[in-house]
Antibody, heavy 125, light 110 residues
Framework: QVQLVESGGGVVQPGRSLRLSCATS????????MHWVRQAPGKGLEWVAV????????YCADSVKGRFTISRDNSRNTLYLQMNSLRAEDTAVYFC??????????????????WGQGTTVTVSS | EIVLMQSPGTLSLSPGERATLSCRAS???????LAWYQQKPGQAPRLLIY???SRATGIPDRFSGSGSGTHFTLIISRLEPEDFAVYYC???????????FGQGTKVEIK
C-alpha cells in the first residue's frame, strides 16, 4: 500500500542543522509533487515547502526561507528536508505529504492525499 | 497572503448530532483550491474533502463540503464516535505557489 515514512528527527541545539528524510513506497514517486508540513506542540498545521515531481521547482514558506531546503531523489523514492540555522520556533512534528494527483493533473488538485506519521524535531539548548 | 479563519474554535456536540464547521478566507479563494482535513491526537491529518466539495477516497458520505468565494463549510451530518477530532481547512495560493491552513476547529464530545 501507499506509505510515507519520515525519519531523521531528534533534539538539536539552536543554530545547528538537521536533515529529515521521507521514504516512500507503493506508488510511482516520480509522478507526484511532495510537501513538508509541520505542527508545533499543541498548535495547528503549517505548510513548510513543496517540490515538483522532477525537482525542478521548489517553494517554501517565508518562515523557513533561506534556512530550509527541500529536495528529492527519485531513484531512491525519497524526499528530504535540509534544515539549517535551526531556531526554537522550528520545534515541531514534521510530516511529509503527497500532493493529490499526478503531475500532469497538477492544475486540478491542490490538496494532500497521503501523509506520513511524522518525525519530531526539538530545537533546544 | 490569504488568511483562513475557522469557527468555532471548539464545537461541543453529542454523537448523532450535526456538526457545521466554517472556514472563512480573507480574500476570495477558488473552490478548486479548498480542502478539509481531520486530525486525531497523535495521528497524521487525513484528507476529507478536496475541491471544496469532493470527498476523498474512502470518506463516508456523512461528510460534505460546500461553499465558494470567501466562505466554506464542512458538515458532518450525524456524528459518529470516531468523528471527534480537530478539523482544518486548507487553501492554495498561486503567486507564488503556497499552501495555508486554518487554525482548526476541535469537535469534542458534549
Amino acid at each position: 500500500q501507499v506509505q510515507l515514512v519520515e525519519s531523521g528527527g531528534g533534539v538539536v541545539q539552536p543554530g545547528r542543522s538537521l536533515r529529515l528524510s521521507c521514504a516512500t513506497s507503493g506508488f510511482t514517486f516520480s509522478n507526484y509533487d511532495m510537501h513538508w508540513v509541520r505542527q508545533a506542540p499543541g498548535k495547528g498545521l503549517e505548510w513548510v515547502a513543496v517540490i515538483w515531481h522532477d525537482g525542478n521547482k521548489k517553494y517554501c514558506a517565508d518562515s523557513v526561507k533561506g534556512r530550509f531546503t527541500i529536495s528529492r531523489d527519485n531513484s531512491r523514492n525519497t524526499l528530504y528536508l535540509q534544515m539549517n540555522s535551526l531556531r526554537a520556533e522550528d520545534t515541531a512534528v514534521y510530516f511529509c505529504a503527497r500532493r493529490s494527483g499526478v503531475w500532469w493533473l497538477r492544475d486540478h488538485y491542490y490538496s494532500m492525499d497521503v501523509w506520513g506519521q511524522g518525525t519530531t524535531v526539538t530545537v533546544s539548548s | 497572503e490569504i488568511v483562513l479563519m475557522q469557527s468555532p474554535g471548539t464545537l461541543s456536540l453529542s454523537p448523532g448530532e450535526r456538526a457545521t464547521l466554517s472556514c472563512r478566507a480573507s480574500q476570495s479563494v477558488s473552490s478548486d483550491y479548498l480542502a478539509w482535513y481531520q486530525q486525531k491526537p497523535g495521528q497524521a491529518p487525513r484528507l476529507l474533502i478536496y475541491g471544496a466539495s469532493s470527498r476523498a477516497t474512502g470518506i463516508p458520505d456523512r461528510f460534505s463540503g460546500s461553499g465558494s468565494g470567501t466562505h466554506f463549510t464542512l458538515i458532518i451530518s450525524r456524528l459518529e464516535p470516531e468523528d471527534f477530532a480537530v478539523y482544518y481547512c486548507q487553501q492554495f495560493g498561486s503567486s507564488p505557489p503556497l499552501w495555508t491552513f486554518g487554525q482548526g476547529t476541535k469537535v469534542e464530545i458534549k
